[in-house]
Structures are given as structure tokens and as C-alpha cells.
């Protein structure tokens, strides 16, 4: 089998990506195109095909005349996205409840006992980690690649952000209850029940960042 290979502008779009979720890039920071021709050793095409990738993601957004910035997330849009991904991912636990094979429900109790360890031990980054792991494959199983797509496009601007919900109080074992539901539902073939309580899930994870925003808020005038 021919391997393929990505074409440059490729490569310096998962460069910049990259350096937009770990910081490098801050939000709503200037894309200086001239030093980022010099440090990465490209030409201007290149990475300005890069740019167009990454302004079509919404990780970046192109002004006239001055060029491109790196996207903020308002908290608007979280209360824009965190409704149509509950729909996604909700529709992804429906589809999974029917597809997935006894050996696919063995893998995901596997990960939902990791889950389970990390969530005892207070170990949240661990916890992020496997979490992600188990809605990916449950997207997975789902197995409609146009979900999968749509959601991978929201979930790269909730990336953006660097949301930390499990900070919230209490907010780490009820996320724990909450995967544990999903996994029941499907364990039980029960499509519609997975459906629910994944989008259960997604909402309450915005409830659980509009509350520590307001915490941190509070925190911060009372300082």
C-alpha cells in the first residue's frame, strides 16, 4: 500500500494547530506571517494556504488588510456549540448502542474502569485523557463519518478554549456518574437511553464551566 503524503501547507497547518492549542499561539493574538515564514523556514505560499486550512477550522479569522488572528471563544459560543455537539455525540451513543459488538462493550469497560481509578485518585488530567478515549470510540462506533467530521470540527474550537470543567466543584464524580450512565445504556442495547444521557453529559458540561466562570469571577472582585 502507497503511503501518502502530505503536501507542505499540510504540514504547516498541523504546525500552527499544534501551536495554537498548546499556547504558542494565544487567543486573539496577531499571525506574524513574516516571522513564522523565518522560523519555520517556508515560503509565504505555503504557509498561507496553511492559514486558509486553519481560517476554514475557525481556529483563526482573517481581517482585510491586516491579516489573521487567532480566534477567541466568547461565552456565547459555548452556549452555541455545547447544544449542537450534545445532538452530535447523542445521535453518535444511539448509533454506537446498536453497532457495537460484545468484544467493542468488553473495551469500553476496560477504559470506564480506568475511568473509574483516575476519578478515585483525583488524577484529572488522567481523567481528561481516558475520557476523550471513550467518546472517541464511541464516535467510532457510531461509524458515520459525518458525524465524526462535524464533530471533530466543533471539538477543535472547544479545544481552543483550553476548557477545564472538572475543576468545577463536585463537578468530577458527577461527570464519572454521568459516563457511567452512557456505558449502562449501551450495555443494555438501549439506544434512545444512550441518546439521553449522553446528551445529559454535554449539557451539564456547560453548566459545570458557567458556574466555575462565575466562581473565578467572584474570586477575582473579591480579591
Not at 491586516?66 to 450534545?86: H, K, M, N, W, Y
Not at 488524577?123 to 465524526?148: K, V
Request: proline share 2%; charged share 25%; hydrophobic share 40%.
Amino acid at each position: 500500500m502507497r503511503l501518502v503524503q502530505k503536501s507542505l501547507h499540510q504540514e504547516v497547518a498541523v504546525t500552527l494547530r499544534e501551536q495554537i492549542f498548546s499556547g504558542v499561539l494565544l487567543p486573539g493574538s496577531f499571525v506574524d506571517e513574516v516571522a513564522l515564514c523565518e522560523s519555520l523556514k517556508i515560503s509565504r505560499t505555503p504557509l498561507r494556504e496553511a492559514l486558509k486550512v486553519l481560517t476554514a477550522e475557525g481556529l483563526l479569522r482573517h481581517e482585510p488588510r491586516r491579516g489573521c488572528f487567532v480566534s477567541e471563544v466568547t461565552e456565547q459560543d459555548l452556549d452555541d456549540i455545547f447544544p449542537v455537539i450534545a445532538l452530535l455525540e447523542g445521535r453518535c451513543a444511539y448509533e454506537a448502542a446498536s453497532n457495537a459488538s460484545d468484544a467493542d462493550l468488553a473495551a469500553l469497560k476496560t477504559l470506564h474502569d480506568r475511568l473509574q481509578g483516575h476519578a478515585d485518585d483525583g488524577r484529572i488530567q488522567d481523567y481528561y485523557a481516558t475520557n476523550l478515549q471513550i467518546h472517541e470510540a464511541i464516535i467510532m462506533l457510531a461509524n458515520n463519518r459525518w458525524l465524526a467530521q462535524a464533530i471533530s470540527d466543533l471539538r477543535k474550537i472547544l479545544k481552543l478554549a483550553r476548557l477545564q470543567q472538572l475543576h468545577a466543584p463536585g463537578r468530577l464524580n458527577q461527570s464519572l456518574s454521568e459516563h457511567l450512565s452512557v456505558y449502562a445504556a449501551l450495555m443494555s442495547r438501549d439506544s434512545a437511553g444512550a441518546e439521553a444521557a449522553m446528551r445529559t453529559h454535554l449539557t451539564r458540561q456547560r453548566d459545570a464551566l458557567r458556574d466555575l466562570s462565575r466562581h473565578q469571577t467572584k474570586s477575582r472582585v473579591a480579591a
